[in-house]
C-alpha cells in the first residue's frame, strides 16, 4: 500500500539496506524468545497455588493490551480523538454475545464476526467524521459512545437483556476433555489474539502507511502536499484499530461468559487512557507496558476501590501535561545507553526509528535512534 | 536610552545573533541595515522578549530588561512595531488603536492619546470603525504605527516599515516616522533599504550574518555607495 | 389541543435553547480565546451543582446562598485548571495534545471525587425560584424562567464585556493575535487565566440553576457536555453570537421534534441537523475558518 505518489522524478533508487528493514531491528532470538516465554508461563505457573489467578490476570492483560494499542494506533500515531473505543469494543463483544446467545452458534464461530461488525461500525462513523477536523471527532466519537451505551441499556431486549447487557452467554467450547487445563487454552486463546494484534500493528506503524499517519500527524499540509490521501490513511488506521478492538471484546464476551453495559463506564475508558499515557503516547510498546502497570498496580493496591478512576484520572493529567512521553521512551533511551548495541558508523544514512513525538499541528517530529 | 550588550539569541536549533552591541540614545534614530535573512528582525524580537535571549543583556534606560516578558517590557516604554504589521484583524481601527494604549492608566487617558494619533492620521479617524483587515496595505501600517504611538514609548523599534508597500505609501511612511522622531522620539529601525531612512537616521549600524559589521555616523555610511552596493546588493 | 403542543414546543425550545446556550457560552468562549477544548467543562458543570448542593444540605442554607458558592466554587477549579494543567504547556507544540487528554482525565477525576464524596444516589438540589404557573395546558416553572432570563443576561453581559471593557478587548485581542497582545504590555497568559475561569463560572452558573430539574449524579456532567459541544460547533467555535443562535435554533429544534414526532425522535434529529450543518458550513453557523487542526 503506498502512501506517498511520487513526486520526485524518477531516479535510480538507492538498493535498499535490508538490514535497516524494521523486521530486522528486532533480532529474531528476541521475537522468539519472547514467544516461548509466552507459551511456558502457564505450565510454569500451574505450580503456583495462585498460578490460576495469574493465568487470568495475563488473559486480562493480554486484552487490555489488544484495546490499549489499538486506541493508541489511532490517537498516537494518527492524531485521531476518538472516544470511541469502548463502543467498539461493546459492539465486538454484543455481536458474537448475540449470535451465540439467541442464534445459538458456536462461540468459536460467532466470535470471528466480532472484529467484522466492529470495523463495520467503525467504517460507519469513520466516513463522514474522518474528513473533518479534530474537535469534531472528538464530539462524533462521544456521541457514539453515548448512542451505543444507550442504545444496549434501552435497546431490544435480545441485546439489552433487560437493562444489564447479555448475562448468560455461551463460554469458548473446548470439551470436557480440557477439564482443569481450561484456563490454559484460554491463556493460548489470548495470547495468539494478542500476538496477531500486537504483529500487526508493529507492520502498520513500521509500513509507508504509519508513516504516511505520523507526518499527518506532525504537520498535515506538507503532508497532504506531499500527497498523502489524509482521508485513506485514517480510514485504514481506523479500521484497524476497530478491527481488533472488537475481537478483543468478542472474546472477552465469550471468556467471561457474558457482557454488561458497565463496559462503557467511565472508568474502563480513563483505565484504557491511563495505560496509553503511562506507558508512553504515540509509541509500540508504550500501550503494552502501560497495560502490565495498570493492571499490576490494581493488584498491588487492591484496597483502592473506588479511588481508582480518581487516581487514574489525576495521572493522566498529570503525566500528559508533565511527561507527555510516558514511560516507555524513557525506558528504551536508558536499555540503548546501558544495553544496546552499538550504532552503526555511518549513522546519517540510517533511517529514523519509530518517531514518538506527540505534537500537535505544529509539532516538530522527532527521531530516535536505535531500537 | 537602550543598550544591548553580546546580544545572543535564536530559535530552536539554531543561534541567529552572535553577539550585539548596539545603543540608542535619548532622541536618537539608530538604523540596522542588512539583508534580509540576516538576523534584523530576530534582533528587535530578542529585545523586546519575543525570542529567548541567549546570552548578553539588554538595557532599557538603566535597567535589565533582558529576561523579562514581552508584556512587561512594553509596559516599561519600549514599543515594538513588528513586521508585518500584526494587527488585530477582526477589531476596529479604533479597537485596535485604543490596545495600543492598554497600559495606560483611565480611558479618558487613552481618549486623549486617541485624538492626538488621530491629529497625526486623520485618516485614521475616517476609518475608525473598519475592521483592520479590510485596509489595504498602507493603511494597515500607518495603523501600526499609529497604536504603538498609542503607548507611552520611550522608545520605538520598528521593524521594516517598508515591507510589502508601493513607493508612494513607502514615502508617506517615512514621513510619518520623521514626525514620530522630530516630536522626540527615540527609534531603532530595522531595514533593508538605505534610501529612505537618511533623513531620520543619526547612526548606522551593519547588520550581518547576525553580528554588527559596521557603526558609524549616519551621515557618513548613507554616503558610501560602494559599502552599501555590497552589503545590501 | 394544538395549543397546547405549540405552546408545549416553544416552551421547550426556549428553555433548552437558553440552556444550551448557557453550557455552550464557556465552552466557545474557552475554544475562542485560548484554542482550548476545554472538555472538563461537564466536570466544572457538577463542581457547582454539587457545591451548592453541598451548601444547601449540609450548611442548611438557602439556595440563595449556595448559587454563589456553586458559582465560585466552579470558577475555583477553572482557576486551577488553568494554573496547574494549561499554564504549563501554553506555547507549547504539545498543547491541544496535553490539554484535551488532561481535561478528560480530570473530568473522570472529578466524577469520581463526587461519586467518593457524595455517593452515587441522585441528589436533589432545589429551585432558586421554586413554583409554577400554567400556561395552555403547559406547566411553565419559575425556575425555568429564571434560567432563560439568566441566561440571555449572561450572554449580554458577557457581550458587552468582550466589546467595552478593557479586559474584555485584550481578551479578543489575545484570541486574535497573540503576540501582538503582549507587545501592547497584554499580560497573555494571565488573560488566558481570566478567560477560564470566566468560562468555568458560567459553567457553574449552569450547573446551580439546571440540577433541579435533573438528578444530580456523579455522572450528571457527561451529557451537558456533549450537548455544550453540539451547540458550539454548530454556531461556530468562538462565537458568542453563534453560541447563542445556535443554542435556540437547536433547542427549539430539538422541542419541536420531541412534542410533534416524539422522544424518541429528539436525539437522532438533532444528529441529523448536526451533520447537514457540518457538510454545508463545517465552520458552523458563525465560526470562521480555522487553519489550526482541534
Given at each position: 500500500?503506498?502512501?506517498?505518489?511520487?513526486?520526485?522524478?524518477?531516479?535510480?533508487?538507492?538498493?535498499?539496506n535490508?538490514d535497516?528493514?524494521?523486521?530486522?531491528?528486532?533480532?529474531?532470538?528476541?521475537?522468539?524468545?519472547?514467544?516461548?516465554l509466552?507459551?511456558?508461563?502457564?505450565?510454569?505457573?500451574?505450580?503456583?497455588?495462585?498460578?490460576d489467578?495469574?493465568?487470568?490476570?495475563?488473559?486480562?492483560?493480554f486484552?487490555?493490551?489488544?484495546?490499549?494499542?489499538?486506541?493508541?494506533?489511532?490517537m498516537?500515531?494518527?492524531?485521531?480523538?476518538?472516544?470511541?473505543?469502548?463502543?467498539?469494543?461493546?459492539?465486538?463483544?454484543?455481536t458474537?454475545?448475540?449470535?451465540a446467545?439467541?442464534?445459538?452458534?458456536?462461540?468459536?464461530?460467532?466470535?470471528?464476526?466480532?472484529?467484522?461488525?466492529?470495523?463495520?461500525?467503525a467504517?460507519?462513523?469513520?466516513?463522514?467524521?474522518?474528513?473533518?477536523r479534530?474537535?469534531?471527532?472528538?464530539?462524533l466519537?462521544?456521541a457514539?459512545?453515548?448512542?451505543?451505551?444507550?442504545?444496549a441499556?434501552?435497546g431490544?431486549?435480545?441485546?439489552?437483556?433487560?437493562?444489564?447487557?447479555?448475562?448468560?452467554?455461551?463460554?469458548?467450547?473446548?470439551g470436557?476433555?480440557?477439564?482443569?487445563?481450561?484456563?490454559?487454552?484460554?491463556?493460548?486463546?489470548a495470547?495468539?489474539v494478542?500476538?496477531?494484534?500486537?504483529f500487526?500493528i508493529?507492520?502498520v506503524?513500521?509500513s509507508?502507511?504509519?508513516a504516511?499517519?505520523?507526518?499527518?500527524?506532525?504537520?498535515?499540509?506538507?503532508?497532504?502536499?506531499?500527497?498523502?490521501?489524509?482521508?485513506?490513511?485514517r480510514?485504514?488506521?481506523?479500521?484497524?484499530?476497530a478491527?481488533?478492538?472488537?475481537?478483543a471484546?468478542?472474546y472477552?464476551?465469550?471468556y467471561?461468559?457474558?457482557?454488561?453495559?458497565s463496559?462503557?463506564?467511565?472508568?474502563?475508558?480513563?483505565d484504557?487512557?491511563?495505560?496509553i499515557?503511562?506507558?508512553?503516547?504515540?509509541?509500540?510498546?508504550?500501550?503494552?507496558?502501560?497495560?502490565?502497570?495498570v493492571?499490576?498496580?490494581?493488584?498491588?493496591l487492591?484496597?483502592?476501590?473506588?479511588y481508582r478512576?480518581l487516581a487514574?484520572?489525576?495521572?493522566?493529567?498529570?503525566?500528559?501535561?508533565?511527561?507527555?512521553?510516558?514511560?516507555?521512551?524513557?525506558?528504551r533511551?536508558?536499555?540503548?545507553?546501558y544495553?544496546?548495541?552499538e550504532p552503526?558508523?555511518?549513522?546519517?544514512g540510517?533511517p529514523?526509528?519509530?518517531?514518538?513525538?506527540?505534537?500537535?499541528?505544529?509539532?516538530?517530529?522527532?527521531?530516535?535512534?536505535?531500537? | 536610552?537602550?543598550?544591548?550588550?553580546?546580544?545572543?539569541?535564536g530559535?530552536a536549533?539554531?543561534?541567529?545573533?552572535?553577539?550585539?552591541?548596539?545603543?540608542?540614545?535619548?532622541?536618537?534614530?539608530?538604523?540596522v541595515?542588512?539583508?534580509?535573512?540576516?538576523?534584523?528582525?530576530?534582533?528587535?524580537?530578542?529585545?523586546t522578549?519575543l525570542?529567548s535571549?541567549?546570552?548578553g543583556?539588554?538595557?532599557?534606560?538603566g535597567?535589565?530588561?533582558?529576561?523579562?516578558r514581552?508584556d512587561v517590557?512594553?509596559?516599561?516604554?519600549?514599543?515594538?512595531?513588528?513586521?508585518?504589521?500584526?494587527?488585530?484583524?477582526?477589531?476596529?481601527?479604533?479597537?485596535?488603536l485604543?490596545?495600543?494604549?492598554?497600559?495606560?492608566?483611565?480611558?479618558?487617558e487613552?481618549?486623549?492619546?486617541?485624538?492626538r494619533?488621530?491629529?497625526?492620521?486623520?485618516?485614521?479617524?475616517?476609518?475608525?470603525?473598519?475592521?483592520?483587515?479590510?485596509?489595504?496595505?498602507?493603511?494597515?501600517?500607518?495603523?501600526?504605527?499609529?497604536?504603538?504611538?498609542?503607548?507611552?514609548?520611550?522608545?520605538?523599534l520598528?521593524?521594516?516599515?517598508?515591507?510589502g508597500?508601493?513607493?508612494?505609501?513607502?514615502?508617506?511612511?517615512?514621513?510619518?516616522?520623521?514626525?514620530?522622531?522630530?516630536?522626540?522620539?527615540?527609534l531603532?529601525?530595522?531595514?533593508e533599504?538605505?534610501?529612505?531612512v537618511a533623513g531620520?537616521a543619526?547612526?548606522?549600524y551593519?547588520?550581518?550574518?547576525?553580528?554588527?559589521?559596521?557603526?558609524?555616523?549616519?551621515?557618513?555610511?548613507?554616503?558610501?555607495?560602494?559599502?552599501?552596493?555590497?552589503?545590501?546588493? | 389541543?394544538?395549543?397546547?403542543?405549540?405552546?408545549?414546543?416553544?416552551?421547550?425550545?426556549?428553555?433548552?435553547?437558553?440552556?444550551?446556550?448557557?453550557?455552550?457560552?464557556?465552552?466557545?468562549l474557552?475554544?475562542?480565546?485560548?484554542?482550548l477544548?476545554?472538555l472538563?467543562?461537564?466536570a466544572?458543570f457538577i463542581?457547582?451543582?454539587?457545591?451548592?448542593?453541598?451548601?444547601?444540605s449540609?450548611?442548611?442554607?438557602?439556595?440563595l446562598?449556595?448559587?454563589?458558592?456553586?458559582?465560585?466554587?466552579?470558577?475555583?477549579?477553572?482557576?486551577?485548571?488553568?494554573?496547574?494543567?494549561?499554564?504549563?504547556?501554553?506555547?507549547?507544540?504539545?498543547?491541544?495534545?496535553?490539554?484535551?487528554?488532561?481535561?478528560?482525565?480530570l473530568?473522570?477525576?472529578?466524577?469520581a471525587a463526587a461519586?467518593?464524596?457524595?455517593?452515587?444516589?441522585?441528589?436533589?438540589?432545589?429551585?432558586?425560584v421554586?413554583?409554577?404557573?400554567?400556561?395552555a395546558?403547559v406547566?411553565?416553572?419559575n425556575?425555568?424562567?429564571?434560567?432563560?432570563a439568566?441566561?440571555?443576561?449572561?450572554?449580554?453581559?458577557?457581550?458587552?464585556?468582550?466589546?467595552?471593557?478593557?479586559?474584555?478587548m485584550?481578551?479578543?485581542?489575545?484570541?486574535?493575535?497573540?503576540?501582538?497582545?503582549?507587545?501592547?504590555?497584554?499580560?497573555?497568559?494571565?488573560?488566558?487565566?481570566?478567560?477560564?475561569?470566566?468560562?468555568?463560572?458560567?459553567?457553574?452558573?449552569?450547573?446551580?440553576?439546571?440540577?433541579?430539574f435533573?438528578?444530580?449524579?456523579?455522572?450528571?456532567?457527561?451529557?451537558?457536555?456533549?450537548?455544550a459541544?453540539i451547540?458550539?460547533?454548530?454556531?461556530?467555535?468562538g462565537?458568542?453570537?453563534?453560541?447563542?443562535?445556535?443554542?435556540?435554533v437547536?433547542?427549539?429544534?430539538?422541542?419541536?421534534?420531541?412534542?410533534?414526532?416524539?422522544?424518541?425522535?429528539?436525539?437522532?434529529?438533532v444528529?441529523?441537523?448536526?451533520?447537514?450543518?457540518?457538510?454545508?458550513?463545517?465552520?458552523?453557523?458563525?465560526?470562521?475558518?480555522?487553519?489550526r487542526?482541534?
Amino acid at each position: 500500500m503506498s502512501a506517498e505518489t511520487a513526486v520526485t522524478p524518477p531516479l535510480a533508487r538507492p538498493a535498499p539496506n535490508e538490514d535497516a528493514a524494521p523486521w530486522r531491528r528486532v533480532p529474531l532470538v528476541t521475537v522468539g524468545g519472547v514467544l516461548l516465554l509466552g507459551v511456558l508461563v502457564p505450565i510454569l505457573l500451574e505450580r503456583l497455588e495462585i498460578g490460576d489467578y495469574l493465568v487470568t490476570l495475563l488473559i486480562l492483560f493480554f486484552m487490555q493490551a489488544v484495546v490499549a494499542q489499538s486506541w493508541n494506533l489511532i490517537m498516537g500515531y494518527g492524531g485521531i480523538y476518538s472516544f470511541a473505543q469502548v463502543a467498539l469494543f461493546a459492539v465486538g463483544g454484543w455481536t458474537t454475545g448475540v449470535l451465540a446467545h439467541s442464534l445459538g452458534w458456536n462461540p468459536f464461530l460467532s466470535v470471528l464476526f466480532a472484529p467484522v461488525l466492529a470495523t463495520a461500525a467503525a467504517l460507519l462513523i469513520g466516513l463522514p467524521t474522518l474528513r473533518l477536523r479534530g474537535t469534531y471527532v472528538v464530539l462524533l466519537t462521544l456521541a457514539f459512545h453515548e448512542l451505543a451505551r444507550v442504545f444496549a441499556i434501552n435497546g431490544p431486549r435480545f441485546i439489552s437483556g433487560g437493562g444489564y447487557g447479555l448475562v448468560t452467554v455461551a463460554t469458548f467450547p473446548l470439551g470436557d476433555a480440557v477439564g482443569a487445563q481450561r484456563n490454559t487454552y484460554l491463556y493460548y486463546l489470548a495470547l495468539a489474539v494478542f500476538g496477531l494484534a500486537t504483529f500487526v500493528i508493529w507492520r502498520v506503524i513500521h509500513s509507508p502507511l504509519g508513516a504516511a499517519a505520523t507526518a499527518l500527524r506532525d504537520s498535515e499540509t506538507y503532508a497532504v502536499s506531499r500527497g498523502v490521501n489524509q482521508f485513506r490513511v485514517r480510514l485504514i488506521l481506523f479500521a484497524t484499530s476497530a478491527f481488533f478492538t472488537g475481537l478483543a471484546g468478542g472474546y472477552m464476551t465469550h471468556y467471561e461468559g457474558g457482557i454488561s453495559t458497565s463496559v462503557f463506564d467511565l472508568s474502563r475508558l480513563i483505565d484504557l487512557l491511563a495505560m496509553i499515557v503511562i506507558g508512553g503516547w504515540g509509541t509500540f510498546g508504550g500501550p503494552i507496558l502501560g497495560a502490565a502497570i495498570v493492571i499490576g498496580l490494581d493488584q498491588v493496591l487492591v484496597g483502592i476501590g473506588d479511588y481508582r478512576a480518581l487516581a487514574e484520572g489525576l495521572i493522566v493529567a498529570v503525566i500528559a501535561v508533565f511527561a507527555p512521553r510516558g514511560l516507555w521512551p524513557i525506558i528504551r533511551d536508558a536499555y540503548d545507553r546501558y544495553l544496546g548495541p552499538e550504532p552503526p558508523r555511518e549513522a546519517a544514512g540510517d533511517p529514523p526509528a519509530e518517531t514518538d513525538d506527540r505534537g500537535g499541528p505544529t509539532g516538530t517530529g522527532v527521531t530516535e535512534g536505535g531500537g | 536610552m537602550l543598550e544591548v550588550r553580546g546580544l545572543a539569541a535564536g530559535y530552536a536549533g539554531s543561534e541567529v545573533l552572535h553577539g550585539v552591541d548596539l545603543t540608542v540614545g535619548e532622541g536618537e534614530g539608530v538604523v540596522v541595515l542588512g539583508p534580509n535573512g540576516h538576523g534584523k528582525t530576530t534582533l528587535l524580537r530578542a529585545i523586546t522578549g519575543l525570542v529567548s535571549v541567549r546570552a548578553g543583556q539588554v538595557i532599557l534606560a538603566g535597567q535589565d530588561i533582558t529576561r523579562w516578558r514581552p508584556d512587561v517590557i512594553a509596559a516599561g516604554g519600549l514599543v515594538h512595531i513588528p513586521q508585518g504589521d500584526l494587527l488585530f484583524p477582526d477589531m476596529t481601527v479604533r479597537e485596535n488603536l485604543l490596545m495600543g494604549a492598554y497600559s495606560g492608566p483611565t480611558w479618558a487617558e487613552r481618549r486623549t492619546r486617541l485624538g492626538r494619533v488621530y491629529r497625526l492620521f486623520p485618516w485614521l479617524e475616517e476609518r475608525a470603525g473598519q475592521l483592520a483587515r479590510t485596509l489595504s496595505g498602507g493603511e494597515r501600517r500607518m495603523l501600526a504605527l499609529g497604536r504603538g504611538l498609542m503607548a507611552r514609548a520611550r522608545i520605538m523599534l520598528i521593524d521594516e516599515p517598508s515591507l510589502g508597500l508601493a513607493p508612494v505609501v513607502t514615502e508617506q511612511i517615512y514621513a510619518n516616522i520623521r514626525t514620530i522622531k522630530e516630536g522626540g522620539m527615540s527609534l531603532l529601525l530595522a531595514d533593508e533599504n538605505a534610501n529612505h531612512v537618511a533623513g531620520l537616521a543619526d547612526r548606522v549600524y551593519l547588520l550581518e550574518a547576525g553580528l554588527l559589521v559596521r557603526e558609524g555616523p549616519a551621515g557618513e555610511l548613507l554616503q558610501d555607495e560602494a559599502l552599501l552596493e555590497s552589503y545590501l546588493g | 389541543m394544538h395549543n397546547t403542543q405549540l405552546v408545549q414546543a416553544v416552551w421547550g425550545g426556549v428553555l433548552f435553547g437558553s440552556v444550551y446556550g448557557l453550557m455552550a457560552l464557556g465552552l466557545t468562549l474557552a475554544w475562542g480565546a485560548v484554542r482550548l477544548l476545554n472538555l472538563a467543562h461537564g466536570a466544572i458543570f457538577i463542581i457547582g451543582a454539587y457545591a451548592a448542593y453541598w451548601v444547601v444540605s449540609s450548611l442548611h442554607l438557602t439556595i440563595l446562598v449556595a448559587l454563589p458558592v456553586g458559582v465560585l466554587t466552579a470558577a475555583l477549579f477553572a482557576a486551577l485548571l488553568h494554573a496547574l494543567f494549561i499554564r504549563p504547556v501554553i506555547g507549547k507544540p504539545g498543547f491541544d495534545n496535553a490539554t484535551l487528554v488532561a481535561t478528560v482525565g480530570l473530568s473522570i477525576a472529578v466524577s469520581a471525587a463526587a461519586l467518593l464524596i457524595f455517593n452515587p444516589e441522585y441528589k436533589v438540589v432545589p429551585p432558586v425560584v421554586p413554583g409554577a404557573s400554567i400556561v395552555a395546558g403547559v406547566q411553565i416553572t419559575n425556575q425555568g424562567l429564571l434560567v432563560i432570563a439568566a441566561s440571555l443576561a449572561l450572554f449580554a453581559v458577557v457581550y458587552l464585556f468582550l466589546t467595552y471593557t478593557r479586559q474584555g478587548m485584550a481578551i479578543r485581542a489575545v484570541s486574535q493575535q497573540r503576540e501582538a497582545a503582549s507587545l501592547m504590555s497584554i499580560p497573555v497568559v494571565r488573560t488566558y487565566g481570566v478567560v477560564i475561569t470566566i468560562s468555568g463560572a458560567l459553567a457553574g452558573v449552569a450547573g446551580v440553576l439546571l440540577s433541579p430539574f435533573f438528578f444530580l449524579n456523579p455522572s450528571s456532567g457527561f451529557n451537558p457536555m456533549i450537548q455544550a459541544l453540539i451547540v458550539t460547533i454548530f454556531g461556530g467555535l468562538g462565537s458568542v453570537r453563534g453560541a447563542l443562535v445556535a443554542g435556540y435554533v437547536l433547542g427549539l429544534f430539538e422541542s419541536f421534534v420531541e412534542v410533534y414526532l416524539g422522544v424518541a425522535w429528539a436525539l437522532p434529529g438533532v444528529f441529523l441537523l448536526i451533520i447537514v450543518m457540518l457538510i454545508v458550513r463545517p465552520n458552523g453557523l458563525f465560526g470562521v475558518g480555522e487553519v489550526r487542526r482541534l
